[in-house]
């Protein structure tokens, strides 16, 4: 080539980095790993010494990149929940139904909500019974019956019965725009481990200056200044921490833990005990039927399980699931054929078995 091939690094990494540095120093008196590498990068060039030069600068931006690449990763994991948000809706005005797109839902709205589909907004049930699983805001493994009058969040799921609602929070203020928010709102800048790391990073690049000073001042060589200003680059210190904060928060994300802050997650490294507010959180989602007790003498524990089981066996609810599950592994005989099944969301599900109407569910079935 007809000049040195290091001049590529010196001008597709190293600039960048002097630039940046130079805005920092004007702007804010920013004294950071850039300046050290800044002063590096020129006092090598001037030594002639190019292929040092255009190494710290390909390093320093390969850090860079890869910094870039980790926050890129766990931004992934978090910009998953925008894709919870519903993007339409079913709004009823003068009786006939209208598919508009989310965003445009008004506060009053009244909206109707299919089974299978998320609901679009928070806001309260006007008419009809349903199942909702509510497991993206609260954790909760089971489905929540809810019927008139009760509050639904915008980005559940309505599992089995149709409802109306009427909408009471739409757009930003809904419950999974504002949960989004916090999480988009996690910065690893937050966190005090990344203060302490750019103090400490600011006083290596003065330490190290004065070393450089000092040693081309009794020593009468320069490069030895600057190869201490090379092996100083506190690089390592600088990306090192804000990568690993955002990668822990971007691989909490995917697992279901939402982190506000970084500074969460630095405090939790002295959380010695953990209260939980509630139950059906820590859990493995897989209810399992541990007893069966019969209070009439006409039906055994057996038969009893056995009747359970036979209407149950075409009910999407999970603990009907379960309990098919379970008899399948525990019993050897074969489930009775179920006519004329009927789902009651928000109750239970009925159907005749050996010409006897078996009902399973909570206690408004009795209603």
């Not at 006007?126 to 089971?142: A, F, K, Y």
């Not at 690089?235 to 955002?246: H, N, R, Y």
Request: proline share 4%; net charge negative; aromatic share 8%.
């Amino acid at each position: 080539m007809p000049f040195d091939a290091a001049w590529i690094a010196i001008v597709l990494c190293g600039i960048p980095i002097i630039v940046e540095a130079v805005i920092g120093l004007i702007t804010a008196f920013d004294i950071k790993a850039d300046v050290l590498v800044s002063l590096a990068l020129i006092a090598s060039i001037c030594i002639g010494e190019d292929f040092a030069a255009g190494e710290v600068a390909f390093i320093m931006q390969l850090g860079a990149l890869l910094e870039d690449l980790t926050v890129a990763k766990a931004r992934a994991g978090i910009e998953k929940l925008v894709h919870l948000t519903p993007q339409t809706a079913r709004v009823i005005k003068n009786n006939s139904e209208t598919i508009v797109p989310a965003e445009e839902v008004g506060v009053d709205d009244i909206l109707r909500v299919f089974p299978g589909e998320s609901i679009p907004v928070d806001g309260i049930i006007l008419s009809g019974q349903t199942s909702i699983n509510q497991s993206v805001m609260t954790g909760e493994s089971l489905p929540v019956d809810k019927t008139t009058g009760d509050e639904v969040f915008s980005g559940t799921v309505n599992q089995f019965g149709i409802f109306e609602m009427k909408a009471t929070k739409v757009g930003e203020d809904s419950s999974i725009q504002r949960m989004i928010c916090l999480v988009q709102s996690a910065d690893a800048e937050k966190a005090k481990i990344v203060g302490t790391a750019d103090r400490w990073a600011t006083w290596i690049v003065i330490i190290a200056l004065f070393a450089a000073l000092l040693t081309w001042i009794f020593s009468g060589q320069i490069i030895r200044a600057v190869t201490i200003l090379v092996v100083f680059c506190p690089c390592a210190l600088v990306l090192a921490t804000p990568t690993a904060i955002m990668a822990a928060i971007g691989n909490a994300t995917k697992h279901g833990f939402l982190v506000r802050e970084g500074d969460a997650l630095e405090r939790l490294a002295s959380v010695k005990r953990i209260a939980f507010d509630k139950t059906g959180t820590l859990t493995y989602g897989m209810p399992q039927v541990t007893v069966i007790k019969s209070i009439c003498n006409e039906y055994t524990d057996e038969m009893l399980y056995s009747y359970v089981t036979s209407v149950e066996q075409y009910s999407e609810h999970p603990l009907g699931k379960a309990i098919v599950r379970c008899f399948k592994q525990q019993n050897s005989s074969k489930i009775l054929p179920a006519e004329q099944f009927q789902m009651l969301p928000g109750r239970g599900v009925f159907a005749w078995i050996k010409g006897k109407k078996i009902l399973a569910g909570n206690e408004e079935m009795r209603k």
